[in-house]
């Protein structure tokens, strides 16, 4: 089942975000490597900054969801001041498996 994780960064946390960047990065490579990411990018402000993120992952129940969530190094940097986590259907525009 994928499971949308909707996150919004915590107010003047650019520097938290920038800070953990890598190890976040090298985090989605490795869940892509793994078939479990869908997809994944940040929410922008107006200024075009980054100020939270969607990812979509691959997880049997909604608590692999949060515990994958929760591995995240963003989260584990303190980055999010909430983290939403959904049931999602992709409907449209699915690239064939």
Not at 35 to 54: C, E, H, I, V, W
Not at 57 to 68: K, M, S
Request: glycine residues 6%.
């Amino acid at each position: 089942m994928l499971f949308a994780v909707l996150c919004t960064d915590k107010p003047n946390a650019l520097q938290v975000r920038m800070g953990a960047r890598p190890e976040h990065v090298a985090f989605l490579n490795d869940l892509n490597a793994k078939g479990t990411l869908a997809f994944a990018g940040p929410f922008l402000d107006d200024a075009g900054k980054p100020n939270g993120s969607l990812v979509v992952i691959q997880a049997e129940t909604i608590d692999d969801a949060r515990a994958i969530a929760a591995a995240d190094p963003y989260a584990k940097a303190g980055l999010f001041a909430n983290v939403d986590i959904k049931p999602w259907n992709w409907v449209f525009n699915k690239p064939e498996a």
